[in-house]
């Protein structure tokens, strides 16, 4: 394991600033908390090396990497028909097969909604859902009642980190005065840490342990135990200053890409209605070697980090600086939209071929939000399909990972045979590039073909 310090973390003391001692607290013994509590000093005999808080997209490969190398893993997650499936070899996460789950079983893993087990683990990681409230904001609701369940099981010299992407000042702010109403105190009598996830469900190149992990702790002793305890299970390391860096460093990659996708939106639409080839735009602009990344036009953003994590962000810049952080809700507002401009587009051509989109037939391919999973979180296929009901035309879809599909609880026809569907429906749209589909083909079976990402470029194929 390699690993990276990003900054410095000071004297072997902890930070100015630090919280006193709580009274009779490991904190007066020695300020370091791999002295004052050595671990297995107070571990049950039962004890487990991970408990995993969360058995979704980034809870359940990270109980799988570590059961891989030996470690004695217990999932937790409230939903009794993921523990039931888990425990009887059926995952339900696309990146984790039935296999995976047989093999994490073989080496002593358990899943479990009773959080009594939280007490037998050495470290404790909460991987639950950040989504938006109902005005847009940050909801932690997930976070806190995760947070509240440690705390009722915390014991000295465990190690607790979130991996839930939220916004700066979650883990200080939030997570570490619920943990100590435990009348524990972090960096004394245990260690609070964050590392933000970095799953990309689908990609096989970069997993779990070959990308870098980014991990701040509370306190230098915090972040020293985070360290080792990643290091068993990434290649590299990499140190934040503290918990606000690493909080911060995720919210900076996805807002990187959203707003970079919302530029090249933005410029998809002006390049239309300029009689500009974007595509080819960009292909002659990624030749240049420094400087100059690719990113591509598509119908909208998907998936549970790209639409979110901007808006805790900005949640975090209104709240705290009392002002608007404009260039992410300016990025928000073009990637929003860009599903109605899809349908726009989608009325246009079928009225340039002499048809009224009421009424006509439309097939919709690909409704994840990503090429070659299952997961559908945010894809911008529903808003389009939306919208399109609302216009009175006909819908169906295909999508080879998807069996069932509803939008605003109607279900939707799904074709079997997409080329003879192509060649009945009066317009096809793709909305996802799966490796299924054999676009040459569809090109020559559809009526009216629009590729809204840019992988058939011949005549007669409307591209985004």
């Not at 200053?241 to 807002?255: D, F």
């Not at 292909?283 to 980090?305: D, E, N």
């Not at 629009?450 to 992988?455: A, H, L, S």
């Amino acid at each position: 394991m390699q690993a990276e310090q990003t900054g410095p973390l000071g004297e072997a003391g902890e930070p100015p600033g630090e919280r006193p001692p709580l009274r009779g607290s490991a904190r007066g013994r020695n300020n370091r908390l791999a002295a004052s509590v050595p671990l297995g000093e107070t571990d049950p005999p039962d004890q487990v090396e991970l408990a995993v808080i969360g058995l979704g997209y980034v809870g359940l490969p990270l109980a799988r990497e570590a059961a891989s190398i030996g470690l004695r893993v217990l999932g937790l997650d409230r939903d009794p028909r993921v523990v039931e499936a888990l425990n009887t070899g059926h995952s339900h996460v696309d990146d984790v097969s039935d296999e995976d789950v047989r093999r994490m079983l073989t080496a002593g893993f358990l899943a479990s909604t009773d959080d009594a087990c939280l007490a037998r683990a050495q470290a404790i990681v909460i991987c639950v859902p950040t989504p938006l409230g109902k005005d847009g904001g940050p909801d932690l609701g997930a976070v806190t009642a995760a947070t509240r369940t440690v705390a009722r099981r915390l014991r000295p010299g465990q190690l607790v980190v979130l991996e839930s992407t939220t916004y700066p000042g979650t883990t200080e702010e939030v997570v570490r005065p619920l943990l100590e109403e435990s009348g524990l105190r972090a960096g004394a009598d245990f260690a609070l840490a964050f590392s933000p996830e970095r799953i990309d469900p689908g990609n096989t190149a970069h997993g779990l342990r070959t990308t870098p992990k980014v991990v701040g702790g509370c306190t230098p002793s915090c972040a020293a135990r985070a360290v080792a305890f990643y290091g068993k299970l990434v290649d590299t390391v990499v140190q934040a200053k503290g918990t606000r860096e690493a909080e911060m460093a995720k919210l900076l990659e996805n807002t990187y890409r959203h707003v970079n996708i919302a530029l090249v939106n933005e410029l998809a639409v002006i390049s239309h209605e300029l009689h500009v080839d974007l595509w080819d735009a960009i292909r002659c602009a990624g030749t240049k070697p420094f400087g100059f990344q690719a990113f591509r036009p598509s119908p909208g953003v998907g998936g549970h980090c790209i639409p979110i994590d901007p808006n805790y962000l900005s949640y975090k810049v209104r709240s705290s600086l009392g002002y608007e952080f404009r260039f992410v809700e300016l990025a928000q507002e073009i990637n929003r939209r860009m599903p109605e401009y899809v349908v726009r587009r989608a009325q246009d051509l079928l009225n340039h071929a002499g048809r009224p989109l009421h009424g006509s037939r439309v097939l919709l391919l690909g409704v994840t939000y990503k090429p070659d999973v299952a997961d559908q979180r945010e894809s911008p296929a529903l808003p389009v399909a939306r919208l399109l009901r609302e216009r009175e035309a006909e819908i169906s879809f295909h999508d080879p990972h998807v069996r069932l599909w509803s939008v605003d609880g109607v279900n939707i026809p799904r074709v079997t045979d997409v080329m003879a569907a192509a060649r009945e429906h009066d317009l096809t749209i793709l909305l996802q590039d799966h490796s299924a589909y054999d676009l040459p083909a569809l090109g020559d079976a559809a009526r009216l073909l629009f590729d809204t990402r840019g992988r058939i470029f011949r005549p007669g194929v409307e591209v985004l």
